[in-house]
């Protein structure tokens, strides 16, 4: 078994992140807890920021529905 390539753990820890932050948003929205919601869709566009492929094509769809969900706010 070959070891991991140098940065992949912390790219996994980024992707974890990521996700968490997008399902953050999600579930806070879905309270009323905008100002919350949209500090998460901050940090989630600052790792995709970062480096865009990490994001799937759904996780770029969502942030893009969260960031313009905020934009109205």
């Known amino acids: 078994m070959e070891p991991a390539p140098p940065g992949a753990a912390a790219e996994a820890g980024a992707q974890r992140r990521l996700q968490a932050a997008l399902l953050s948003a999600d579930d806070q929205f879905n309270r009323g807890e905008n ?14 920021k970062q480096r865009p492929a990490r994001a799937s094509a759904a996780q770029r769809q969502q942030l893009l529905r969260f960031e313009q969900a905020c934009s109205t706010l």
Do not use: F, S
Not at 35 to 44: F, P, S
């Open 35 to 48: 100002d919350l919601a949209c500090e998460q869709v901050q940090r989630a566009r600052a790792l995709v």
